[in-house]
């Protein structure tokens, strides 16, 4: 072979060998399907498949609607308006100082009740403030001697010592303390003290008492006893 021939032999498998390699990076990208290589020594009547270019499909996120709020312009703040007020007049507030209360003694209380008794003259009896008896009041009615406690309410003072009072005062018709006790036990009823305390609460009832302890004196008779007896009048 001449040296020209040998030239042109190399040229031609050189030409074959990049048309192999063209073709063989054809057929990696393009699916096996769709392409077809013809052989090196194809005949002219043979077609040719062709590589079908490939699309890539990307898929995109619709995009998201943001539900936004329609923009609304601030409302103009209404200016305050200017007001007069028109000025009080003064008034001048006079505070009167009510004197203090002073602090009354039981034995205060006591002679201020005696005080408030209707008919009671000065020295018809004697008043004493002791807690010996353990009694609100206690009454000697021989002679005429009267005991209050000093615990006893203030508003309580006029009740016990107009009772007591009426003790005293109920032996005053008669020559001696235990012929009033018996009569008073005939009149009202009861032994011992009975009728006796019967009748001096009747007594300070219509004295003007409004509390007292034995009774609340609602018999007609027993006041018609008890009026004789402030008079001074025998049952």
Same mark, same amino acid.
């Given at each position: ?8 032999? #190399? ?7 990049? %048309?192999?390699?063209?073709?063989? !990076?054809? @057929? #990696? ?17 043979? &077609?040719? #498949?062709?590589?079908?270019? *490939? ?6 996120? %619709? ?6 709020? &329609? ?8 200016? +305050?308006?200017?007001?007069?007020? @028109?000025?009080?007049?003064? =008034?001048? =507030? *006079? ?25 009671? =003259?000065?020295?018809? %009896? ?23 406690? +000093? ?8 009740? *016990? ?69 402030? !008079?001074?009048?025998? #049952?």
């Amino acid at each position: 072979m001449s040296r020209r021939a040998l030239v042109l032999v #190399l040229a031609l498998l050189q030409t074959l060998t990049v %048309a192999a390699g063209a073709r063989a !990076a054809v @057929a #990696l990208r393009a699916p096996a399907t769709t392409v077809a290589i013809a052989p090196i020594g194809r005949t002219p009547a043979e &077609p040719v #498949l062709r590589a079908r270019p *490939v699309t890539a499909h990307v898929v995109r996120p %619709a995009p998201v609607r943001r539900h936004t709020r &329609p923009k609304v312009a601030p409302r103009p703040r209404p200016r +305050p308006r200017p007001v007069h007020h @028109a000025a009080a007049p003064r =008034r001048t =507030r *006079v505070v009167v100082a009510s004197p203090p209360r002073r602090r009354t003694t039981p034995h205060q209380r006591m002679m201020a009740a005696v005080d408030r008794l209707p008919g009671y =003259r000065t020295g018809d %009896a004697t008043w004493y403030i002791t807690s010996a008896y353990g009694h609100w009041g206690m009454a000697d009615m021989g002679r005429g001697i009267i005991y209050i406690s +000093p615990d006893v309410p203030a508003d309580r003072m006029y009740d *016990v010592v107009a009772h007591e009072w009426s003790h005293v005062l109920s032996v005053k018709p008669y020559d001696a303390a235990m012929e009033a006790v018996v009569a008073m036990n005939t009149y009202f009823g009861g032994s011992g003290m009975t009728g006796a305390e019967r009748g001096a609460d009747c007594m300070a009832r219509i004295l003007g008492a409004t509390w007292t302890h034995y009774t609340s004196c609602g018999d007609a008779r027993w006041r018609d006893g008890a009026r004789r007896l402030l !008079a001074r009048q025998r #049952l």
